[in-house]
């Protein structure tokens, strides 16, 4: 009985598996040459750790110039956390939330160099070679296809100015989301658009709406997960070239700069006689949860898989708040997260032992 419960128990995970789609954008490039780096990313446990927390920004001003009407609270229903968002009216249907990672770090947490988040030029300059990537569930008793538009929220606007996606351009639009199931996502940001406006506090704007038949009086709901921006090694001179020739690159405050902008900051990385921008830019891939660049086993993201990592397994398989990396986490390589299998890999690594 106990085997016919395990091999039922495998076919139901292998269909859940294979049921998530991965569709992206035909310009997308999806395999890329070289090692891709998060720069950014949205991660609900550095939001709260608290399910069902509130996510949406809190700044009055901003509200009432974006007018993001709709809830947002940090879910940890699913093995993966993820953003759950209900829209309100915001031109088609829209909602803000807060990531997490801000121009000085992930939580307010100095980590990395993150402070490009707060310089437009920066950000206008690495445009072509950033991806951005993401899981969507969009919920619908109809089954239609759903339509996303996503922006960052612009810090300092106007109260007048109506339109996040007029005022800063476009992360990313996608058509065709199919209902009721987990999409992932991977395409060439949009347009960012000319402008003062930063990005500083990282929060992001959403609107959601049906292909046909919207009922603008509905609300929607959907998640969010791994969301990121990366770019790839293989940009790596192409965005040092970028970066080189913005006017006083090498004093972007909290970015090349010191916190005042005044100097150099004397940690960033260095190559040869000048500034390394590219690997300034992808030290954050170091702390994020949603690189792929850890070992297996690696879940607590320290460059090594060890005892720790173990610990922290097991404090994750009883509380999924407790952040592990994601990819690592997979450690019997099946793309399953099932935490008895993972663990028991697990600890045949750390005894040295072939999987």
Not at 39 to 48: E, L, N
Not at 62 to 87: I, Q
Not at 185 to 196: L, P
Not at 324 to 329: L, S
Request: glycine share 8%; charged share 25%.
């Amino acid at each position: 009985m106990k085997k016919l419960i395990s091999v039922l128990l495998s076919i139901t995970l292998a269909v859940l598996c294979f049921s998530s789609l991965v569709l992206s954008a035909d310009t997308a490039e999806t395999v890329q040459d070289g090692r891709s780096y998060v720069i950014w990313d949205a991660d609900p446990t550095k939001v709260s750790t608290e399910d069902g927390a509130n996510a949406k920004p809190n700044v009055e001003s901003w509200e009432e110039a974006l007018r993001p009407s709709g809830t947002a609270v940090v879910d940890y229903s699913e093995n993966v956390p993820s953003f759950k968002l209900t829209t309100g009216f915001y031109y088609n249907k829209g909602v803000s939330f807060r990531s997490g990672t801000t121009m000085y770090g992930q939580n307010n947490t100095p980590i990395a160099f993150t402070g490009w988040m707060n310089h437009r030029d920066v950000f206008k300059a690495i445009e072509p070679y950033v991806s951005i990537s993401y899981d969507i569930y969009v919920e619908d008793e109809q089954n239609r296809n759903a339509h996303i538009k996503m922006t960052a929220m612009p810090n300092g606007v106007e109260a007048y100015v109506k339109d996040a996606f007029q005022r800063f351009g476009t992360l990313d639009d996608f058509d065709g989301i199919p209902a009721n199931q987990w999409v992932s996502r991977t395409a060439k940001i949009g347009s960012i658009n000319d402008g003062n406006e930063n990005w500083s506090e990282g929060f992001i704007v959403v609107s959601l709406e049906w292909f046909s038949g919207c009922d603008e009086a509905a609300d929607m709901t959907f998640k969010i997960r791994n969301l990121r921006l990366t770019v790839n090694e293989s940009d790596r001179d192409a965005i040092n070239a970028a970066l080189a020739g913005i006017d006083g690159i090498d004093t972007k405050n909290w970015f090349t700069g010191t916190y005042d902008g005044s100097v150099t900051d004397w940690r960033f990385p260095t190559a040869g006689d000048g500034l390394d921008y590219f690997a300034g830019l992808t030290a954050f891939d170091e702390s994020s949860f949603y690189s792929v660049n850890r070992e297996t086993g690696d879940l607590n993201s320290d460059g090594s898989t060890d005892i720790l990592d173990l610990v922290r397994f097991k404090k994750y398989a009883a509380d999924s708040t407790v952040g592990v990396n994601y990819a690592a986490r997979d450690c019997d390589g099946n793309n399953l997260y099932s935490s008895a299998s993972d663990l028991a890999a697990l600890k045949k690594i750390l005894l040295g032992c072939t999987l």
